[in-house]
């Protein structure tokens, strides 16, 4: 079945670490978007990709780099200079002029501890 | 810029009864689209129903309804039959044709069914 499958779905990191989140779709889509979600708040966007090799920068992108090598995945580093970096990042993709709307990853949780 | 408000951050119903939630949305696009999504504990984000701006008529999806008013710029999703598993967050969201496709979301209503 096709989807998107993010990993881990857990993660926990230390203060000053670099860590990377996954995000890999076999949906065949062309765009591919990162949310950070705090709690009881909607969804910000973090960084958008909507062809390989070129991504923007959405609402919040301090702290967070990306990569789109491959029209399957679209990684998310979270690093030390993200300086609230606890919370929970979920990963969508879509196709260009879909109405349909995205379909979502499940998500990871990120812990700084 | 797109903004999308919803002003009831939590809401009881009775089991079996209808609910409506609040969104109102704003926007100098002509053309974009009306989204509804559920958010149970686990926290994946599960699609429920869809409004386009050029669509005359109300969207349905089984027990989901979408009450688009568009002078008002107003989308509100109405449950009914509540059942407990319709306990989660509800989140609106917009996009706009002319934004590169990108969704942006409320700060979403939590919504508690009581048997």
């Known amino acids: 079945d096709g989807g998107i499958t993010q990993s881990p779905k857990y993660l926990f990191r230390k203060e000053g670490q670099n860590v990377t989140l996954s995000c890999e779709q076999n949906?065949?889509?062309?765009?591919m978007y990162w949310y950070r979600q705090d709690p009881g708040q909607g969804l910000r966007l973090i960084y958008y990709?909507?062809?390989?090799?070129?991504?923007q920068k959405g609402d919040i992108a301090e702290g967070y780099s990306v990569s789109r090598e491959k029209k399957e995945s679209f990684p998310l580093t979270v690093t030390s200079a993200q300086k609230n970096p606890t919370a929970f990042y979920l990963c969508?993709?879509?196709?260009?002029?879909?109405?349909?709307?995205?379909?979502f990853g499940s998500g990871t949780r990120l812990t700084v501890v | 810029a797109q903004k999308i408000t919803q002003t009831q951050p939590g809401m009881f119903v009775q089991e079996k009864e209808a609910v409506t939630l609040d969104c109102t949305y704003d926007?100098?696009?002509?053309?974009?689209?009306l989204f509804w999504y559920k958010q149970p504990s686990s926290g994946e984000m599960i699609f429920l129903i869809y409004?386009?701006?050029?669509?005359?008529q109300n969207a349905t999806e089984g027990r989901y309804s979408l009450n688009f008013q568009k002078a008002r710029k107003s989308a509100n999703l109405v449950i009914s039959a509540s059942q407990l598993g319709d306990s989660a967050m509800y989140f609106c969201?917009?996009?706009?044709?002319?934004?590169?496709?990108?969704?942006?979301f409320g700060g979403g209503t939590r919504l508690m069914v009581k048997p």
């Open positions: 969508a993709s879509s196709m260009q002029g879909r109405s349909g709307g995205y379909t």
């Open positions: 409004q386009g701006s050029y669509d005359e």
């Open positions: 926007t100098s696009d002509q053309s974009y689209g």
């Open positions: 990709s909507q062809i390989v090799n070129d991504f």
């Open positions: 949906l065949n889509h062309d765009a």
């Open positions: 969201a917009m996009r706009s044709n002319n934004a590169g496709n990108m969704l942006t």
